[in-house]
T-cell receptor
Framework: AQSVTQPDIHITVSEGASLELRCNYS??????LFWYVQSPGQGLQLLLK??????LVQGIKGFEAEFKRSQSSFNLRKPSVHWSDAAEYFC????????????FGAGTILRVKS | DAGVIQSPRHEVTEMGQEVTLRCKPI?????LFWYRQTMMRGLELLIY????????DSGMPEDRFSAKMPNASFSTLKIQPSEPRDSAVYFC????????????FGPGTRLTVL
C-alpha cells in the first residue's frame, strides 16, 4: 500500500536560515508528488508538484523540491526562511493507477524564531 | 473565483445528533474530495466524487457517515448519529482533471461533538 513519511513532526529554524523538510514515499506505481502548506485555521495550499521532467521543481514563495527516485524522496527546501513561513507542511503522493486520490503525510510543523 | 466554500465553519453539537456539512466546489471542477483532519490520524481522505459520482468511499469510517453530490456545485457530508470521536476538522477540496492537477481546499469545518 502507498504511504508517505515525514520524519520530522516539528522543526524550528531561525529567520534567514535555510530549510529542508523531508519526505519519503512508498509507492508501487510512478508517483506524482506534491507539497502543500497549511496556515493556522486555513485549508491547504499547493506549494509545488512533480510528475515528470526536471527533478528539481520550483514553487511559490521561494520553495523548491527535488525528486530522487533512488532514495524515494521529495524533500522541500528554501534558502532563507521568513517568519511568515511558519505553518504546517504536508507532502502528498498520488498515481494514475490509484485514481485521483492523494495520500498525505502526517505533516511537519515549522516554527521560525526571530 | 470565490474558491471552495464550506459551511458551517464551526459546528458544536451533542452526541447523537445529526450533522450536515456542506461544500460548494470551484465552478468547472469535476472532482470533489472530503477529508478529515485530526491530531491522531492526520489528514485522511473519506470519499471522492468524479462528475458527481462517488468513486472511492473506502475512507468513510462507518455507516454513520454518508456523502452525496446531487449536482456539480454542491456536496454534503452527513454524520448520523454523531459521536465525540467524530470531532475533527473536515475539509472539502476540488480539482479539474486528473491526479496531477492541483486540489483546491476549502477553509474547513471544525466539528465538535460533546
Amino acid at each position: 500500500a502507498q504511504s508517505v513519511t515525514q520524519p520530522d513532526i516539528h522543526i524550528t529554524v531561525s529567520e534567514g536560515a535555510s530549510l529542508e523538510l523531508r519526505c519519503n514515499y512508498s509507492y508501487g506505481a510512478t508517483p506524482y508528488l506534491f507539497w502543500y502548506v497549511q496556515s493556522p485555521g486555513q485549508g491547504l495550499q499547493l506549494l509545488l508538484k512533480y510528475f515528470s521532467g526536471d527533478t528539481l521543481v520550483q514553487g511559490i514563495k521561494g520553495f523548491e523540491a527535488e525528486f530522487k527516485r533512488s532514495q524515494s524522496s521529495f524533500n522541500l527546501r528554501k534558502p532563507s526562511v521568513h517568519w511568515s513561513d511558519a505553518a504546517e507542511y504536508f507532502c502528498a503522493v498520488g498515481a494514475k493507477e490509484y485514481g485521483n486520490k492523494l495520500v498525505f503525510g502526517a505533516g511537519t510543523i515549522l516554527r521560525v524564531k526571530s | 473565483d470565490a474558491g471552495v466554500i464550506q459551511s458551517p465553519r464551526h459546528e458544536v453539537t451533542e452526541m447523537g445528533q445529526e450533522v450536515t456539512l456542506r461544500c460548494k466546489p470551484i465552478s468547472g471542477h469535476n472532482s470533489l474530495f472530503w477529508y478529515r483532519q485530526t491530531m491522531m490520524r492526520g489528514l485522511e481522505l473519506l470519499i471522492y466524487f468524479n462528475n458527481n459520482v462517488p468513486i472511492d468511499d473506502s475512507g468513510m469510517p462507518e455507516d454513520r457517515f454518508s456523502a452525496k453530490m446531487p449536482n456539480a456545485s454542491f456536496s454534503t457530508l452527513k454524520i448520523q448519529p454523531s459521536e465525540p470521536r467524530d470531532s475533527a476538522v473536515y475539509f472539502c477540496a476540488s480539482h479539474w482533471g486528473s491526479v496531477t492537477d492541483t486540489q483546491y481546499f476549502g477553509p474547513g469545518t471544525r466539528l465538535t461533538v460533546l
